[in-house]
């Protein structure tokens, strides 16, 4: 209470210096607002990301049979989530038209009017869904989601971006709305049918469009509450103000941004191996607990099985993270954890079957596994730094590293191969597609250098493209050839390292090194015969370190070619007398 009274009639500096206490979450919710420079910069990330982006659209509605779904089967069973769900979006697919709502009528006075609603459930009173509509209705729950907290276009400073952030969010944010009002009815309908069949044991079940208003009043304000959380655990909380404190601060939301939803597939899939944990080691609890346990614990199955099938192993949750185990005992110069799977079940399963039947690769948009952090696989970032600014800033400051390097290519740097892409990077990404499809078309998909990856592109390929979905087969070729560079390029490492060795344990005289570099590159050898380090080779490196050494010597410790020697020297002679 006291902590209570202290947010809610306290200064900000007494609750902000209580960061991830009640206080501090309560002085947030009473001013729940970004510093405006954070909100302007979460706009333009959206915009640029997901605006006007068809594909994500699509890609988000995924939420339902890989996460919704699973987490409904495990507390109902599949046969009875499916009907639920099958049924929940009949009835929000034949809801869409006019709504009547309070507002100024053309009367000009304050009134009902009637306008086109949409898709909603709330476009409609009473029915089977009545008590759902009802609270839906007083709060608010029917029209909140994360894309319209994203995409911010109720900032009162910025009305040109918001003008621009609703629009380009329109798809994407009544594709969340569809999938929360879906998810909640579901829910609904679960409960309700589940609660009459505990009041009448021993009568034939009954669907919820058949039941009677008596029925309905009965079992559906309580079962109302418990669908409308169930949305808020499923899809995450549409507000700001659930995110971690330090989410709520302007530096902490540009970090944040996207992440909320997937740090909540993570908690529940935390919560369900706990379940799992619990249930393995017979620990003792109640029947409520055991209740629980037993729904996350078919969920965890059941999201396992539609995640694999659907998206291959980037479905399975944790995959991600004993792919990262083993690959830290596998070397640069032989097959990743991923290689070995693809290898072993082949690209069918390990892309799944949207890939195989469909064409399209959606692994990494809709996955699983690496939820907080994409999962790099083969490629190799030139910069360490680089990648984990990347990886960890937020989109706001992937999209500001790309603009720069982008940017430089090209109007800095004189190749014009790079003049194509680098539009296409700097381009916000639903415009890019478009000019990513038409290059293909008309080039083929290739590497930076111009040489073929994949020869045939056909026009289907070329539309997913335009849409946002990348081809399968473009997915599956680029995999391939990141997995060949970055062995080509790691046995190359190893092979010159073992030399470097062999020649500073022969230059110092020391024969233990010497012996044991020796060694390693019997094994070395033995392993990768077709470049195998020979004695000539040994001879022709320490000849060629001796060289080079003389060279240095003569240039103040720069090993250059032999046609610069002259022209270095006399620039050196230049300088005059030397200190």
Known sequence: VEDIAIAMVGDSGKTDRQVGKLPSYLEFVRNPNLPNWARKLRSSSFIYTLGFNVSSAAVNMSTLPMVVGPLLSGKFGGAKATSAMTRATNMYMQSFGDVTRE????KGKLGDVNEVGGFSYTNK???????????????GLDTRTI?????DYENPAAPTLN????VSSFIFNHSERAIRQITAASSYILEVEKAYASANKGK???KIKDMTSAELNQFGPEAAIVATNFMEYANSSALLATAPRWAQTGPGAIIYQFKRFPAQILYMQMRMLGAITRQAKGAKRTPEQIEEDRALRNAFIYMNVTGGALVGVKGIPFYGLAAMIANMFLGEDEDDANTIVAKTIGDGYFYGAVAKYFGTDVTDRVALTNLMIRDKGNYRPESTTEHLLESYGGPTVGIGMRLIENGYRLFVDDDPRNNQRAWEAILPTAFANFKKAAR????????????????????GDAIRQAAGFNPAKFRAAQDKLAR???????IKAMRTGLLDRFAFAHNNGDGAGKKQVIEEIQAFNKKHRNVAIKSENLTQSLKARARGSAIAERLGGNVAERRFIQS???SRRQYGEEL
Do not use: Q, W
């Not at 759902?132 to 709060?139: M, V």
């Not at 894309?147 to 995409?151: F, K, Q, V, W």
């Not at 590497?447 to 990856?453: A, E, L």
């Open 147 to 151: 894309s319209a907290e994203n995409a």
């Open 440 to 459: 293909y078309s008309a080039e083929g998909y290739e590497t930076t250098r111009g040489d073929s990856i994949v020869g045939d592109v056909t026009v």
């Open 125 to 139: 009173e009473g029915g089977p869904l009545g008590h759902l509509i009802e609270r839906f209705k007083a709060t």
């Open 163 to 166: 003008k621009i952030a609703y």
């Open 204 to 206: 034939p079940a009954k």
């Open 568 to 570: 270095l020297l006399e």
């Open 103 to 106: 507002g100024i009528n053309e």
């Open 484 to 490: 060949d560079r970055r062995v080509s390029n790691g």
